[in-house]
């Protein structure tokens, strides 16, 4: 059997996480079998759907750079061949013409809640005759569901699931106004773009047995499904597009490289013994659908924020750069005036989790501050400090080799003279040089902020000890 899966979005809204988790799924099904993956757009619903939002599903995926073989397939282009197969079922008696009213409905589901009965549709047109049908009054098309039997499929993740026949009530196919509805439609085009295997949602197991029927209805290959249970937030609830900052892209925004998010995606649900970081070539070896769990999967930010500063220790710096710029050109940084930035990434990787934590970390490298962290300056711009940052001064601004091994021993002979210990000199100059109590070593950090800069904010650190004694 040739593989070819399908990731079909409907663009109502951004690429979530869980959207983008079942996209990776049948995208590494695909390319572990030397399949295809295609890329469906579900826009049939064309009060909600947006250009803005099949944009954005777009953005998400060329992120990930989860590329697709075919596509992107918009359903709204595919309008006269629902209609054409609509017709067919209708000819064939497998469909049928309904005329109930909305209210006639109403009245139905609160007759059924009542009595505790299953809701559905009673077939009340089911077996109109042909002269109780006018197809100029308002209708809808109803697919003629099997009464009898049930419907039988061995999910790749869930095993076994058997549904009667009886459970299922004759779905709308077509709307008033003629539009198909989703359950017909993708069973169209996953047979006409012979699906073999549709990896989705457990949200969507209800509307399997259905669309099952539908297919066989229509004489098709029924494809193998795999559902993929719900994903839970970091409070336990479910998560949905309303859950905060899911969106894809929203983790691009915070700083997160795509290829953290890839890993701690495939792993949001399936295993692969202890091992948690995966390339994306060893995803594609390993990842198996039978090894995808049951049961759903909460999210943890702290695992990925853990993988996301592995992939800042570990990929190449060129690679990280990259993904950086976009956080250079959002908080404006100024990388021409400072240091080669792509120098940074290695001595910065074990202090900041997030791309984004990166450019505001590495800020005072590039532009002056006006004020000094408030709980670094209360701890070590003191007046006890004045002395240290004085003779460090001296010492620096007389030196014509500025490089970090000879500054870090500049400030170690300074802490000789003055007989204290290193922590006594290099905090108060790493406050008065930084702004804050955070950076590389001390004398990597005064050689690639300069020494016209360091002077400088070592004046602004003894004018803030002054105005600190001056207000004591």
Request: proline letters at 4%; hydrophobic letters at 35%.
């Amino acid at each position: 059997m040739t593989v070819k899966t399908r990731f079909a979005p409907s663009p109502t809204g951004y690429l979530h996480v869980g959207g983008a988790r079942t996209a990776l799924y049948s995208w590494l099904y695909a390319k572990k079998h030397q399949g295809s993956f295609v890329l469906r757009i579900e826009d049939t619903d064309r009060e909600r759907s947006t250009e803005e939002s099949v944009q954005a599903i777009l953005d998400g995926m060329q992120w990930l750079d989860l590329q697709h073989d075919e596509g992107p397939f918009y359903q709204t282009h595919h309008f006269d061949r629902y209609k054409e197969l609509i017709q067919q079922l209708v000819e064939q008696g497998k469909a049928y013409r309904c005329y109930c009213s909305k209210e006639r409905l109403d009245d139905l589901r609160e007759q059924q809640q009542a009595s505790k009965q299953r809701i559905g549709y009673d077939g009340h047109c089911r077996n109109l005759s042909c002269d109780e049908q006018d197809s100029s009054q308002p209708h809808v098309i109803r697919f003629k569901n099997p009464l009898e039997g049930s419907v039988v499929f061995d999910d790749l993740i869930k095993g076994t699931i058997s549904v009667n026949n009886s459970e299922l009530d004759d779905l709308i196919i077509a709307r008033t106004d003629g539009t198909p509805t989703y359950n017909f439609t993708v069973v169209v085009d996953d047979s006409d773009m012979e699906i073999s295997h549709v990896i989705r949602g457990d949200d969507h197991v209800n509307n399997t047995p259905r669309q099952i029927n539908m297919i066989e209805a229509l004489g098709r290959q029924v494809p193998k499904y795999a559902h993929v249970p719900m994903i839970l937030g970091d409070d336990g609830k479910r998560l949905s597009k309303r859950h905060g900052a899911v969106s894809v892209m929203q983790y691009r925004d915070e700083g997160y490289l795509p290829q953290a998010v890839l890993n701690y995606l495939v792993r949001l649900g399936w295993s692969h013994g202890d091992q948690e970081v995966f390339s994306v070539d060893e995803m594609i070896e390993l990842f198996d659908l039978k090894d995808v769990n049951r049961a759903p999967s909460a999210f943890n930010t702290d695992k990925l924020n853990w993988l996301n500063q592995h992939y800042i220790k570990s990929l190449p710096a060129e690679e990280v750069l990259k993904h950086l710029q976009f956080h250079i050109n959002e908080q404006q940084l100024d990388v021409a005036n400072g240091p080669d930035i792509k120098d940074l990434i290695p001595e910065m990787a074990e202090r900041v989790k997030t791309l984004k934590e990166f450019v505001l970390a590495v800020r005072y490298f590039y532009h002056d501050f006006d004020e000094f962290d408030a709980n670094a300056a209360k701890k070590h711009l003191r007046p006890v400090a004045r002395q240290p940052l004085e003779l460090a001064k001296q010492k620096l601004s007389e030196t014509h080799d500025w490089t970090a091994g000879n500054l870090h021993s500049i400030v170690s002979q300074t802490a000789e003279e003055l007989e204290l210990g290193m922590g006594k000199v290099g905090m108060p100059l790493r406050v008065a040089v930084t702004g804050a109590g955070m950076s590389p070593d001390l004398g990597i950090t005064l050689e690639w902020i300069g020494k016209e800069r360091v002077l400088s904010r070592i004046d602004q650190a003894l004018d803030f000890i002054a105005q600190r004694e001056a207000n004591s």
